[in-house]
């Protein structure tokens, strides 16, 4: 009778059910050189410990592969599985990963609370741009002298900002006092379209 996981291991099971990672060296079928292994069937299920004979018996009836999941274990815990469709699903996900990775850049941008109009507008060009490149932007607001005592000046200042480049981003830090400034931070939308047309604004109201 095959034996069962040990009380109190049922952590290590879960864990081990999920066939845990798997690199290129990994050990299947014939080169599994053990006596025994600690069997994992196809679907997640707590086999027990059994010879490899048998395992790997039980996965040519099941035309699948013996895959040594955790060789570092006593004894190595192999599970039974179709081990071409699982690199090839490994593969898909790795390079879908790496397509949706996306390095994120914060820019700042630094404005005055009485800044004169046309001022605003090259500021605000600016942060367009970040945003239609897919950076993040923090515009911190900078009182000096008497404007620390109007704060009012810096919120009303940021929301304006952010209420015009709302097509290309918006507000992932609500704006808060921070010594003599006032920072807010801006994230960029996520929607490609979106974001694709924003560039297009983005740019153009540069030129």
Request: hydrophobic share 35%; no cysteine.
């Amino acid at each position: 009778m095959w034996a069962l996981w040990a009380p109190g291991s049922n952590e290590n099971w879960r864990h081990l059910d999920q066939g845990g990672p798997i690199s290129s060296e990994t050990r299947i079928n014939e080169r599994i050189r053990v006596p025994e292994v600690r069997l994992v069937g196809p679907n997640g299920e707590q086999v027990g410990i059994v010879r490899i004979e048998d395992a790997l018996r039980l996965a040519e009836e099941a035309d699948l592969d013996l895959v040594e999941v955790a060789p570092q274990a006593r004894p190595p815990v192999a599970k039974l599985m179709d081990f071409g469709k699982f690199k090839y699903e490994s593969a898909q996900k790795a390079r879908e990963s790496r397509r949706n990775q996306q390095l994120t850049v914060i820019k700042e941008q630094k404005l005055r609370p009485k800044i004169d109009q046309h001022d605003y507008e090259t500021k605000k060009g600016h942060v367009s741009r970040f945003l239609a490149q897919g950076n993040k932007v923090k515009v911190t607001i900078m009182f000096r002298g008497r404007e620390q005592s109007r704060p009012e000046l810096g919120f009303r200042l940021l929301e304006k900002l952010a209420e015009d480049v709302s097509d290309l981003g918006f507000i992932e830090s609500k704006p808060k006092q921070d010594g003599r400034n006032m920072i807010m931070v801006l994230a960029p939308h996520k929607n490609p379209k979106a974001k694709s047309k924003a560039t297009k604004e983005a740019e153009g109201a540069e030129s």
